[in-house]
């Protein structure tokens, strides 16, 4: 099959739901084992289990990506016993809010998760990928590239995101890995449900479609649609192919405004 990840480890952070549920998914249905990291491990368990009913391989991990000891110490088990060929930065945290309205605990708690996490992850990576090579993909957004109305942290966030990538892709040409990024624009995911319910629950669908509508194409996108992306930019395919911020916007970037 195309894309083959049959002998393939990877790490997805995150995983147990939204896009990281969805790459999970993916890369596991086209044969890598999964090792899903999770805050709680009953929501990495249900995909886990999951993907072993469908017939592929996966593992649940308790892993706090802004612990770096606990990152540490999960990854440290892991490659004494296997290698680790693929790690999605994934997990991630949003906030809503202009400068004014973002307080330094508001800005702190984004970091941990959005910066700091990604960092963790790559950091305790990195020794084991330098033996053989590997593909390293940071989840970033449309944020990191144009202005979002009242995202001050996220776009922060994510913009670190982008350029975390282009540094360790730069760094790392001489040891066979890759690393790359992906920019969604609205992916409908639970926290967008969440989000519409939580702060208009008198008009979700209104909202929903007002949403829906700001990316050209006239739809958010889908969890399976980015998934689709990540499987192939962390398979052999895409061997030529490093250092570079890939949008799945639906033309929000380019389209907007004309």
Known sequence: MKFNLESKVAIVTGGGSGIGRAISNALAE??????IFELKLPRAQIVADEIKKNGGKAV???????????????????????????????????????????????????????????????????PAMKERGGVILNMASIASS???????????????????????????????????????????TPFVDGY?????????????????????IGRMGKPNEVANLALYLCSDEASFITGTDFPIDGGFIKLNGD
């Open 30 to 35: 086209n044969g890598a084992e999964v090792h």
């Open 60 to 126: 649940a991990h308790v892993c706090n990506v802004v612990n770096q000891q606990e990152v540490l110490q999960v990854i440290k088990e892991l490659a004494t016993s296997q290698t680790i060929d693929i790690l999605v930065n994934n997990a991630g945290i949003a906030h809503v809010g202009n400068v004014e309205e973002t307080s330094e605990a508001d800005l702190d708690r984004v970091y941990q998760v959005n910066v700091k996490g990604v960092y963790n992850c790559i950091h305790a990576v990195i």
């Open 146 to 188: 144009v202005g979002i109305k009242n995202r001050f942290a996220y776009s922060m966030s994510k913009g670190a995101a982008v350029t975390m990538m282009y540094s360790v892709a730069k760094d790392y040409l001489e040891f066979g890995i890759r690393c790359n990024s992906i920019s969604p624009a609205r992916i409908h």
């Open 196 to 216: 519409l319910k939580n702060n208009f629950p008198n008009a979700v669908e209104e909202k929903f479609e007002e949403l829906s509508q700001t990316q050209p």
